[in-house]
């Protein structure tokens, strides 16, 4: 007789797992575990059995429906077993090659290379903007409306450049999905001019000389942290990024060389950057050394001097100064001496590879972190030599 709800609902394991049929050779296997849909079958002379799925998940007319299905399978001459398992590494394979399986294994990567925050940064993008709308899609299969509307939706928001940096990023991974044989375009070309355009942003900065030697002065006179008003002080004689030098670190500098070398994996180029210390950067770096010497960083931080001081210190410092954002960054002292450097006759060259800017030219890129660096050691005392008559003019003025 076959099969019931209540019948099957009312079964109990006992001592031994046992079997309750239903018809055409569909049981119902009971043990203490659970209760699991099996059918025994012959094909091609050997004896095989099939897997329904476990009840009440699976219930009795879906079990009888697989049953009809696989039937038909052999009758027609095929085996549903081998069909099953078939179907099932075509899942594993198609769940390994969806854009996110790719991104992931592309991202496990590229951290071996990036910074920990880097790393995060660019899965939380992906995570948040990307993911939802094609990352269960075989990433062969991603369609170009499918990605461009991802890409819309951060533009909805009003995150223009967030759009563009996630559809950057998507672009190599797509790379990475062809170069591995799992893709067959990058998208992020099909799509280019489909975004809107991100307005270029200039990091606000002081380059007219009058108003720089105001701002000079009104750093020697700041009132703030002490170690702040260093930091305040080499900025514009170093006129590195914002984050290379609050990181700076004493193992890093050579007062005998008159050199900071800052290692490849704190540059935003991911190469090693060499910054001549001015004779006035070298007395400032002693000024601080009594006080922060025996730490790791030249700029601690004032909570720890185990860390870094704060992004935002030397931004704050210059508000308090009475520069608003609009005015003077700290981004903006690289602005200042890239104008004025350029304005007095300073290779191009030069002033270039000391802000270690992106190389264009794939053989210039080539060269060690040395390059230029006589003429960029001769440039950076001239610079500071100027930025201090700057500030005598002022001095000569209130005499």
């Known amino acids: 007789m076959p099969l019931s709800d209540p019948a099957i609902r009312n079964a109990k394991p006992s001592d031994k797992p046992y079997k309750l049929a239903d018809r055409d050779g569909l049981y119902l296997l009971v043990n203490h575990v659970g209760k699991y849909w099996r059918y025994d079958y012959r094909f091609q002379r050997k004896r095989k059995t099939l897997a329904f799925g476990v009840y009440p998940v699976t219930s009795l007319a879906a079990a009888r429906d697989g049953l ?44 071996k290379k990036w910074t920990p925050k880097s790393t995060q940064r660019i899965t939380r993008l992906l995570e948040r903007n990307i993911f939802p709308a094609i990352g269960n899609t075989p990433i062969a299969q991603v369609s170009a409306a499918d990605f461009l509307g991802a890409l819309q939706k951060i533009e909805i928001r009003g995150n223009i450049e967030t759009a563009h940096r996630a559809m950057a990023i998507s672009g190599r991974i797509f790379r990475y999905g062809i170069a591995t044989g799992r893709a067959q375009a990058d998208l992020s070309l099909v799509l280019k001019g489909a975004l809107t355009p991100v307005k270029e942003k200039h990091h606000a900065s002081i380059t007219d000389p009058r108003k720089v030697r105001d701002l000079l002065n009104a750093i020697e006179g700041y009132s703030g942290s002490f170690i702040t008003q260093l930091a305040l002080r080499l900025a514009p004689l170093l006129f590195v990024r914002p984050g290379e030098l609050r990181h700076a670190e004493w193992a890093e500098i050579d007062f005998d060389k008159a050199e900071w070398r800052i290692a490849a994996g704190k540059m935003k180029m991911k190469s090693v950057h060499l910054v001549p210390l001015a004779t006035q950067a070298l007395e400032i770096l002693r000024e601080l050394q009594p006080h922060t010497g025996e730490g790791r960083y030249v700029f601690p931080g004032v909570r720890s001097y185990s860390r870094p001081m704060s992004e935002n210190t030397i931004n704050a410092a210059l508000r308090r100064l009475g520069y608003d954002k609009d005015e003077m960054t700290g981004h903006g002292f690289r602005s200042m001496a890239s104008t004025i450097l350029h304005e007095q006759g300073w290779p191009h060259e030069a002033i270039e590879r000391q802000l270690a800017h992106a190389e264009r030219n794939k053989v210039s890129a080539a060269y060690n972190y040395a390059e230029h660096l006589p003429k960029r050691r001769e440039m950076m005392q001239a610079w500071a030599d100027y930025l201090d008559q700057l500030k005598a003019e002022r001095s000569n003025t209130v005499a």
């Open 68 to 111: 009809d299905k696989a039937r038909k399978l052999i009758a027609s001459g095929s085996d549903p077993s081998a069909i099953k398992q078939a179907d099932k590494r075509k899942e594993k394979e198609l769940a390994a090659n969806t854009f996110e399986a790719v991104s992931r294994e592309w991202l496990a990567k590229q951290a």
